[in-house]
Each structure stands twice: as C-alpha cells, then as structure tokens.
T-cell receptor, first 113, second 116 residues
C-alpha cells in the first residue's frame, strides 16, 4: 500500500486557487489516486479520481505528473464553504482488501474572507 | 434521492452500557462499510458487508463490537460494555456494486458516540 504524505493544514482566501499536493513515492503500477473531502460533522465525500495526466470535473482538477510519485488537487476560486479536510488516497482497490478506504490525517483547508 | 442516513446522530452512554447504531444505506446498494473516526484523525475501517454477508470484520477493535445486516439493507453496529476509548464518530458508507476502485462510496453523517 502506497504511503501518502500531504500537508496537515493550509490557509487561503476567498477567490484564490488552492493546490494541495500529495506525495506517494512508492505508488504501484495499478494504483489509482482518489481524493475525498470532509466537512465538519459530515461524512467524507468523493471529489475526484485519476490514474495519470489530468482529470477535471465540476468541483476540482487533479494533476498527476508522468512519474506519478505525487499528485495535486486544484480547487479553483475557493469560497468559505470549501473549508474542509481533504484526504488523498492511493491504492488499487482503494487500498483495502475489500475495497475499504484507507485514510490518512488529511489536509485541513481553512478559507478566510 | 435519499442518501445514507444514520441514527442516532448523537449518543451519550455510561461506561459499561450497550449501544446500537443504525445505518440506512442508499436503496439497492450492495456494499456497506462501517468506519470509526477519532477526533482529528481520518476514518478507520471497521467492517464490510456484501449484501447480508459480512465479508471482512478485521477492523473491529475487540469482540465487544458486533455488526449485522440481516436482510442486506439496514445495518446495525452494536458495542457491548462501552469503554471511554470507544468515544468516536461512527460512519457508515455504501456503494452500488461490489466494493472496488470503480465504486464511489457514499457516507452518512455519522453517529457521534460519547462514553462517560
């Protein structure tokens, strides 16, 4: 299981673009990179998933360099409501033997007015 | 449509009491997971059901923890003789198909358990 490293916390201001980088140096060939978001008092929510290059959806973009040893979650023009914890997960089957998600501590993003 | 619901949202128990936490997954979802989340930590896997079959309970911390999903829909996580270290948020998640990288897991809001 690829170990992931991401910043414990980040601060930003409304309207800025936020980039959260996750390091996963020992990512395996079949591993995918998945990001979840968790608001206070809520369960985590799937944001985006990718294997290589760039993936974009209505919420975020995920940039994965050719060596796949890191990935960057990009949130365009954040608002106060983007304040949350963001988790980077790497694995073939989400990491767990039964497809269960294996979370780290995540990155706590605080967006200020 | 309705998402995953959990009840109660908050539970205060005295040490030694038994508690039962309920999860109503999204209708028709085959896979159901329970996670435990301590304060300031990411969720940790407890157990997994595929329909009514409990295929993995390797994350349950002790034999005081028991989970069931008798009809393949609603699930109950039971904790016997609660201890203070059981205080945490218990999250339930479900997915449409067999669990795996292609399946998005949908989480409920969690039950916050406080053992005094």
């Amino acid at each position: 299981l690829a170990k992931t490293t991401q910043p414990i916390s980040m601060d930003s201001y409304e309207g800025q673009e936020v980039n959260i980088t996750c390091s996963h140096n020992n990512i395996a060939t079949n591993d995918y990179i998945t990001w979840y978001q968790q608001f206070p008092s809520q369960g985590p929510r799937f944001i985006i998933q990718g294997y290589k290059t760039k993936v974009t959806n209505e919420v975020a973009s995920l940039f994965i360099p050719a060596d796949r040893k890191s990935s960057t979650l990009s949130l365009p023009r954040v608002s106060l409501s983007d304040t949350a914890v963001y988790y980077c997960l790497v694995g073939t089957n989400y990491g767990g033997s039964q497809g269960n998600l294996i979370f780290g501590k995540g990155t706590k993003l605080s967006v200020k007015p | 449509g309705a998402g995953v619901s959990q009840s109660p949202r908050y539970k205060v128990a005295k040490r030694g009491q038994d508690v039962a936490l309920r999860c109503d997954p999204i209708s028709g979802h085959v896979s159901l997971f329970w996670y435990q989340q301590a304060l300031g930590q990411g969720p940790e896997f407890l157990t997994y059901f595929q329909n009514e079959a409990q295929l993995d309970k390797s994350g349950l911390p002790s034999d005081r923890f028991f989970a069931e999903r008798p009809e393949g829909s609603v699930s109950t996580l039971k904790i016997q003789r609660t201890q203070q270290e059981d205080s945490a948020v218990y999250l339930c998640a479900s997915s449409f198909g067999l669990a795996g990288i292609q399946e998005t897991q949908y989480f409920g809001p969690g039950t916050r358990l406080l053992v005094l």
